[in-house]
């Protein structure tokens, strides 16, 4: 029996890819090549969690941001690093 495979939000794409979802949106609406492809549920787009997998290897994008892990609740867990600057006053520059 074959796998039903996950249809995942713009969020989780961006996510994926490292970018933003600005930056996505736009590139969608643009026509880009440069993203996977997508479906429109209603309203909302959805990309296919195998395609963006197999269209991430087939593209050759070495470095695509880590797989989302998904926590007790189901939903990803994110871990942000911060650094602050070295001589700039709370951090900013």
């Keep these: ?14 996510q994926r890819l490292g970018l933003s979802v600005t930056t996505i ?36 994008r070495a470095n695509p941001a880590p797989a989302p892990q998904a926590t007790s609740t189901g939903k990803p867990s994110v871990t942000l690093t911060l650094t602050a600057q070295k001589g700039a006053p709370n951090g900013n520059a």
């Design 25 to 60: 949106e736009r590139l969608r609406a643009q026509g880009s090549q440069d993203l996977p492809p997508c479906r429109t549920i209603g309203k909302s787009k959805r990309y296919d969690e195998r395609a963006v997998e197999q269209w991430i290897l087939d593209a050759g």
């Design 1 to 14: 029996m074959s796998q039903i495979s996950q249809m995942r939000s713009t969020g989780w794409l961006a």
